[in-house]
């Protein structure tokens, strides 16, 4: 699954040169020219980062951090401040919202390396590491699923379903949230597809399946056993 980054900034060559540097690493991007349509772009999408320009008219950077912050839905949301100030007072500031700062110029090869540098240091469990749940075992690197040491046959639609629960136990996600995450939000597909993929989850998992729960008015949700 590629990896998605919420580029802010007003300016648009800025914005083309993130994008293309971005993408040309595997990336997938979206792009806000200031804070209210990143806001808004936030409550239908759910990238894995934001790259967040500090000096935008309007709302600032800062205040836009400080909004995504009180979001339960995104306050784990890592942001990196995109900046021209390097006085040590911003740098403070910074850092006690963002994950990290990059301080204009930069070159894109150093951008790229930085940001995968906080993915990795931010990436849930389940994501690069093996995970294990209520006798689930789901390994992303090899692609493989055990339950109680019995490894299943899952389609790749089902696997990357289970891996988002799996990497954020306890969650409840609406179907569209699903469809944005394991689907991808440029994909046209109704809702109750998602609901025909749960079922087929569920069933691959048996007993296990009664892990993924339904969550009236929301979704479906990944709930860990209580130890008895």
Known sequence: MKR????????????????????????????????VQ??????????DLILLDWM??????????????KSPEHQALPIVMLTAREDEDAKITGLSIADDFITKPFSPRELVA???????????RGIEEAVEIGGITLDPVAQRVFVEGKELNLSPLEFRLLQNFMAHPDRAFSREQLLDRVWGGD????????DVHIRRLRKALDEHGSLIETVRGTGYRFTTPTMS
């Not at 802010?8 to 040169?17: G, N, P, S, W, Y």
């Not at 935008?56 to 912050?69: D, N, Q, T």
């Not at 994909?187 to 998602?194: I, N």
């Open 4 to 35: 998605s980054v919420l580029i802010v900034d007003d300016e648009t060559a800025i914005r083309e040169m993130i994008v293309l540097a971005l993408e040309m690493a595997g990336y997938e991007t979206l792009e806000a020219a200031d804070g």
């Open 38 to 47: 990143a806001l808004r772009i936030l409550q239908t999408r759910h990238p």
């Open 56 to 69: 935008m008219p309007g709302a600032s950077g800062l205040e836009v951090a400080r909004k995504i912050r």
């Open 114 to 124: 930085r940001l995968k540098a906080i993915l990795r240091r931010t990436t849930p």
């Open 187 to 194: 994909v046209y597909v109704e809702d109750r597809t998602v």
